[in-house]
Structures are given as structure tokens and as C-alpha cells.
């Protein structure tokens, strides 16, 4: 491999790979009509797409980029290395979704993880010794015995406090599935109307049901630091540390924050392949997701297009949806129109201002968006080869199929990660979680060489109240490289190439509003009823016709597929009552 550095710092459009990446659109030609039109060809709106052509309504995906998947896409940014540039690994697909739309046919393939996670040390070795690490996965003995090197008491521990956050998890299932409570329904109108609406009480009705005497510490989990409850578990600090990156990944806050907890629990509730609680890699990228319901959705009759940029929904003087403009100035019009956007996207840019009251705009405006995300995507031309773990001849060992947590030995180094971005600086020892997911997927990367994802916290949107600039970008993603140095000598002689997204980049180029993955904070006060606004829970908009069914609905980022589909029935439901 040549080795000079290529950066693209997510400053320009990626054009390598074009022709490779590029997404294909429908071959009819884009009608002036539809039943419905999507605004994103995430995979939201993507799954939200599917079901209303199979529900019987002509519908159209509009996407602005040249690609397909919003953040679940697959880019080569460097010739031969193909990068799954945004979200990275795979779990809280719905099952039935991925049933209903057959897309294992559709040509979704899943590498499984095991074992999941593996949190290496920086200490030095004893008698020859190599550094500790702690490794976990489906063996629950195995577990018991990496936990037990720090001690015992944990390794005991453990199992119990496994089943209980997994019946705690399991319990959310029903919300996930379908819209929140209709509360307006349940308390105002006829005694039918009522009695209709109270139908969307059952599924928190299965919820308590399936909690029964756990819900206090339901409530508790979802609403305290995650470290008052791992403090009450556990005693070794890498193995609190370990559990406390899952509850503030993605998320501006600390372990020792109110609702961080929730943030752990949104992350163990997920199945694949129906594993509680496991992550997998989509082969390919995780392109390979959105590729696989596109496909589904041209198998139903939808027209699916890229490089078609909206301006605006159009609004008729009765303030009705009637479809899209262009930014080219093509109209299409349409019954409804659907949203994949962040509602304020969808609210400030391309929803027309005359028609929202300021109220409302007001309240769109204080929506949290703030991210502590950078994503660095490295081509590297040799596998890391870590001190802790050592493996010879450059080949992988099952730790390297893992989520690699560096710099997470302990709870201290995570808070003061956090502060420094608080503070409006990047963290001087920044929270890693590394992937490596060309280790099981080859078709990654060329022989011999690998795709390395660095998902880095905490960074700012803005560092000390002025904008990124290169030479920012580059300082942090050399702090991190010289970190991942410390654990896995030699790491920094094998990068070929690197992708510098900070939170403005992540905007830019996803749509992603603050560089938030998840749409908007997963915080309590945007959840569930007021996701993403108390009055604004149930797909619906103030305008008539005009549909949210992005990550920014309930049940929020990382749920795929959920968004999608709860809006669909929504719209469905609604043209029904016409």
C-alpha cells in the first residue's frame, strides 16, 4: 500500500468512489404525482416507503445524496476500503420488519459478534506479564472468569445483574412498535372516539404487565445515573467503566448524569438473529441495510431516487401538503409527505414558515441536538496488534472482532472526557470505542489490509465558541491515533488514510442537525410522549398531510426500522378517516 496519508476531513464530497457507491434509482422516470412522498432515503424512510406501497399507496423516496441509507450507508473513501462511514454495527433492527420484508432475500447478510466487548488496559505488564484486559461475550462462564481477574465478588455478581437488565430491556418491546399513547384521544371527544383511542394504551398496558414488581426499578434505571446502580453491583472499576460507555455512547452526558441509564438500557434492548442484546456487521457496510430495504421497497412498486434534493413542501391555500418542490424547481405533488429529516429540518428548512406559528417554531428551536461525536474512519495496511491481547503474524484474535473500548479503564477518565467538551474543547483523552469490522466482513477492505472505525468522544459542536477548522480536525484525530498508539504499537505506521467527521461535518454531509445520530437527545424529556415534542409524539405535524418518520419520532435513533413503520400506520390510519 502507497504510504502517504489521504484526509478527507469530511470537507469535500467524496468522489472516489462514485461509480461504486453510487445509489441505483428506479428506472421510470420521476412522476409529477404520487399518494405519498418521503423526504430521505434513510432507512426510516425507507421502511416507511415499503409500507404504504404495500398498504396500497403509490409512494417515492427522494433522496439528496448520491447514495442510499442517510446515516446507515456504505462509502469507499479510499480506492479498495469500503466504510460503513456513519453508524457502524448493527442490533435493534425490529424482527418484524426484517420478516415482514424478507430481507435476508433481499440480500441483508449479519456477521456475529462473540464475544462483544473488550476493554484493554494501560499498565505495564508484570513479569513478563502482558497488560490486563477484560473481555465479554455469550459465555456467561468466560465472562465470569475475565471479570474475576478484578474480582471475584463481580464475577459472582454478573450473571444476576444480566437477567435483570435484560427483563428490564425486554419489557420496553411493546412501545417500540407502535405510536404513544394517544392522549388527546383518551380524554376528549365521544364515548366511541375515546373508546377507539384507548386502544393505544395497550401496549404500555404489556409493558407494566411484563415489569409487574420490577417497575420501581424500571423508573429508577430510566431516570438516575447509571452509576448509582453499577456502584450498587459492581466494585472493579474497568468492569463500571466497561457498562458506563454504553450509557452516555452518542450522548453529551456522563455516567454520573440523570437518565444516563436509559441511554444503557436503549443499548442492550436490541436482538439479532434472535440474540438479546447481541451486535452484528452488516457485510458490505451498513449500506447493506438500507440496500437491502430499498430493495424490498422496489419489489412493492416504490420509486426510489437519489440527487434529488427538496426545497420545500408545498402547501395549498388550505393548508393542506399537496407534495415537494425541488431544489431545482420540479413539483411533485401527493396526498401526504413524509419527513426522514430531523424535525427541525423538517420544521425550519423545508416546512414554509407562513404556515407554523412562532409558538411552535420557538419550541422547535429548543429541541437538544447536542452531540459529543466525532466518527474517525481509517484504512489501515495491518491489523492492531495490542499489548494486552498480543496475536502473532498479524492475525486477528476474538477480541478484535469486538467493540474495543480504549481509554475507558475507569469512570474518572470518562467524566473528565466529558467536562473538557462541556467546557467547549475537545477531550485530551477521549473516550475510543474501535471496530474492526473488516476482521469478519472481507469484502471490506483488500487482503491484508482493514477498515477501522474510531467512534470518539467528547468533542463540541463548536470549539471554544468558534467553528472547527482543518487544522482542528486533524490535532484531535492525531490525539486519538496517538492514543489507539499507546494500546497497539505500530497502529499509527499502518494508517493509509482517514476520515475526520466532527459534529458540523456530520450535519453537513448527513443531515444529522447538531451532528446528533440519534435525531435528537435520547434525554427523558425527549422521549416517548414528548419525542420530539410533547405535542408532537405522534408522527403528525401542524400542517395537514405532513408526516415526521425519522429517528427524531418515537422510539428514537438506533431503534431502525420502528420510526418508519409507526408512521406509516399513522398515515395509513389517517387516510382511512378521510
Known amino acids: 500500500m502507497a504510504a502517504a496519508v489521504w484526509t478527507d476531513r469530511g470537507r469535500r464530497a467524496v468522489t472516489v468512489a462514485g461509480t461504486v457507491t453510487r445509489a441505483r434509482s428506479s428506472h421510470t422516470a420521476l412522476k409529477s404525482q404520487y399518494d405519498a412522498l418521503v423526504i430521505g432515503g434513510g432507512h426510516n424512510g425507507l421502511v416507511a416507503a415499503a409500507y404504504l406501497q404495500k398498504g396500497g399507496l403509490m409512494t417515492a423516496v427522494l433522496e439528496r445524496r448520491h447514495v442510499l441509507g442517510g446515516a446507515a450507508v456504505s462509502e469507499e473513501i479510499f480506492p479498495g476500503f469500503r466504510f460503513s462511514r456513519c453508524s457502524y454495527l448493527l442490533s435493534l433492527l425490529r424482527p418484524h420488519i426484517y420478516k415482514d420484508l424478507e430481507l435476508k ?16 488496559m494501560l499498565e505495564e505488564g508484570v513479569k513478563g506479564v502482558p497488560p490486563r484486559s477484560l473481555t465479554l461475550g455469550s459465555d456467561l462462564a468466560m465472562n465470569q472468569m475475565e471479570i474475576g481477574k478484578f474480582s471475584q465478588k463481580d464475577a459472582k455478581a454478573f450473571p444476576e445483574f444480566v437477567e435483570h437488565l435484560e427483563k428490564l430491556a425486554g419489557a420496553i418491546h411493546p412501545l417500540l412498535d407502535a405510536p404513544p399513547v394517544d392522549i388527546p384521544g383518551v380524554t376528549t371527544g365521544s364515548l366511541r372516539m375515546r373508546l377507539s383511542a384507548a386502544k393505544t394504551l395497550t401496549p404500555i398496558i404489556k409493558c407494566g404487565l411484563k415489569l409487574g414488581r420490577n417497575i420501581p426499578d424500571f423508573y429508577e434505571i430510566i431516570t438516575a445515573p447509571i452509576m448509582k446502580i453499577l456502584n450498587r453491583w459492581f466494585e472493579s472499576e474497568p468492569l463500571r467503566a466497561t457498562l458506563a460507555t454504553d450509557a452516555v455512547i452518542g450522548a453529551m452526558t456522563s455516567p454520573s448524569n440523570p437518565g444516563s441509564g436509559y441511554v ?3 443499548h442492550v434492548m436490541g436482538e439479532l438473529e434472535k440474540e438479546k442484546g447481541a451486535w452484528g456487521y452488516v457485510e458490505g457496510g451498513m449500506g447493506g441495510v438500507s440496500q437491502a430495504i430499498a430493495s424490498a421497497a422496489r419489489s412493492y412498486g416504490v420509486d426510489i431516487f437519489t440527487e434529488k434534493d427538496v426545497r420545500q413542501v408545498l402547501v395549498g391555500l388550505d393548508g393542506a401538503t399537496k407534495g415537494v418542490v425541488l431544489k431545482d424547481g420540479t413539483e411533485i405533488h401527493s396526498k401526504v409527505v413524509l419527513s426522514n429529516a430531523t424535525p427541525y429540518v423538517t420544521f425550519k428548512n423545508l416546512t414554509p414558515q407562513a404556515v407554523l406559528s412562532p409558538e411552535f417554531i420557538k419550541t ?13 474512519n481509517v484504512a489501515v495496511d ?63 477492505a483488500p487482503p491484508g489490509c482493514h477498515v477501522v472505525s474510531l467512534f470518539t468522544q467528547f468533542t463540541p459542536y463548536h470549539i471554544d465558541g468558534r467553528e472547527w477548522t482543518d487544522q482542528d480536525r486533524e490535532a484531535f484525530a492525531d490525539t486519538v491515533i496517538d ?20 459534529p458540523p461535518d456530520l450535519e453537513r454531509i448527513f ?8 435525531h435528537g437527545s435520547m434525554s427523558l424529556d425527549q422521549l416517548y410522549l414528548a419525542r420530539p415534542l410533547p405535542f408532537l409524539s405522534d408522527y403528525r405535524s401542524p400542517v395537514k398531510g405532513l408526516y415526521l418518520c425519522g429517528s427524531g419520532c418515537h422510539p428514537g435513533g438506533g431503534v431502525m426500522g420502528s420510526p418508519g413503520w409507526n408512521a406509516a400506520l399513522t398515515v395509513m390510519a389517517d387516510l382511512k378517516r378521510r
Open 105 to 120: 432475500k433481499h440480500g441483508l447478510k449479519v456477521y456475529m459478534r462473540d464475544p462483544h466487548a473488550f476493554t484493554p
Open 264 to 266: 444503557l438500557l436503549h
Open 364 to 376: 422547535v428551536e429548543q429541541i437538544d441536538y447536542t452531540s459529543p461525536v466525532t466518527k474517525i
Open 382 to 444: 495491518k491489523l492492531p496488534n495490542f499489548l494486552a491481547s498480543p496475536t502473532p503474524d498479524g492475525k486477528p484474535g476474538p477480541h478484535h472482532q469486538c467493540s474495543i473500548h480504549l481509554n475507558c479503564e475507569s469512570v474518572e477518565v470518562l467524566e473528565t472526557a466529558y467536562k473538557e467538551a462541556m467546557n467547549g474543547r475537545p477531550s485530551v483523552r477521549p473516550m475510543l470505542e474501535m471496530t474492526i469490522p473488516s476482521v469478519l466482513d472481507p469484502t471490506l
Open 483 to 502: 492514543w489507539v498508539e499507546q494500546y497497539a504499537p505500530g497502529f499509527k505506521k499502518s494508517v493509509v488514510g482517514r476520515d475526520i467527521l466532527a
Open 511 to 518: 443531515g444529522l442537525t447538531g451532528g446528533n445520530i440519534f
